[in-house]
């Protein structure tokens, strides 16, 4: 039997396969499907069947085809029907849910104030329920699945440790589950950001990709094959500016500011950092020393993995204008110019696209699963 894979892994499943195909293509055929995965008749043909009878997929009898003898070919489309994917992106000062349906389409989205760091887990969580059941109300839509994305790490048993969360070995989604009594998967951001480009890519494509998510928190994660993984710990710090040792402390926005408050500046965002540093050299020496060390285990992550193409994301990159040059020219000073380099534009845009991506996750590993755990509900 072949399994689903873990959070974000390509489709694997025949119907897995089918479905992403569906959603990526408005209207497609069974045959267009046998061509674009390489499976054979009979099991495109068992796996959609199985998708119309889970009411995933649809017909298009309106747009049936008759080509001379034989059946006629009756195209496929994503169906409408009443499930509502939840994703809940957790950030540092704030929260956002939002409602997709199977299509990927957003039905509701709500962005929550919540200092996380300051709320004891209980009220956090008791945040983020009422959010969701008052969005769920002005809904004809039922709940049938979560995904969560955080800061920091996610172990095996998805308990979360994020130091600027001030979580330690948190268990958010055995709480959801229990309110909510739907599937519940949880992901740190930075391979998520990483599932919404293996999303929207065709079946087949390979292409390693890594991505470097630098905030609050600093990560990275790498899809290779049909899997997407996080890489833990990320190279080591080696500055007489912002210090030596773990990465994730050193080069965090937290950590830069303290820098720049030891200098005697005062800035309470890396915004307001990057706007003194225009007039205040030893600022900006703060934050470009960030960029270069950014840099640094960026080319080492390249040398080490070797992908086409790295991914930048985060206020380290959004927030301070001139970062992305100078973290550009350093790694391109060891990779070269044939390494492809890429920014997530904005931190909407980035909270956006985990959120969907995290809560269709499950319906795309997944489908039949998914559905059968609905009837066992």
Known sequence: ???????????????????????????????ELVEATGLSQPTITRATTSLLNAGLIQERTDLTQSRGRGRPTVPLEAADNDWALGGISVGTKQTYIGLYDIKGRTLSEEELATPVANLSEDDFLEH???????????????????????????????????????????????????????????????????????????????????????????????????EVSPIIPVPQTHSELLGHGASEHLLATRHVLEQVRH??????????????????????????????????????????????????????????????????????????????????????????AVARTVATDQLLRQPLELGRSLQCA
């Not at 689903?4 to 569906?22: E, I, N, Q």
């Not at 955080?150 to 055995?174: R, Y």
């Not at 001139?322 to 550009?328: G, L, V």
């Open 128 to 226: 983020i329920m009422a959010g969701i059941n008052r969005m769920m109300t002005n809904l004809n839509h039922r709940l049938v699945s979560l995904g969560v994305t955080t800061s920091g790490t996610v172990d095996d048993n998805g308990l979360v440790t994020a130091e600027n969360l001030n979580w330690h070995g948190v268990d958010i989604a055995e709480r959801l589950r229990f309110q909510f009594g739907v599937p519940v998967v949880v992901s740190s951001a930075i391979p998520a950001i990483l599932g919404s480009e293996t999303q929207a890519a065709e079946i087949g494509t390979s292409e390693r990709v890594l991505v470097l998510f630098a905030d609050d928190s600093i990560g990275s994660a790498l899809s290779v094959e049909d």
């Open 1 to 31: 039997m072949i399994k689903s894979g873990p959070v974000f892994t390509r489709p694997r499943t025949p119907a897995a396969k089918c479905l992403h195909l569906v959603r990526l293509n408005p209207i497609i055929t069974r045959s």
């Open 263 to 352: 200098e005697g500046v005062e800035a309470a965002t890396l915004a307001d950092a990057a706007q003194i540093a225009d007039s205040n050299p030893t600022v900006r020496a703060i934050l470009d020393e960030r960029a270069r060390q950014l840099g640094a285990i960026t080319a080492e992550l390249v040398k080490a993995h070797c992908p086409a193409t790295v991914v930048i994301a985060g206020g380290a990159f959004t927030d301070d204008p001139k970062a992305p040059k100078q973290f550009a020219a350093t790694v391109r000073a060891t990779a070269g110019d044939e390494l492809q380099l890429r920014m997530i534009p904005s931190h909407k845009e980035i909270v956006r």
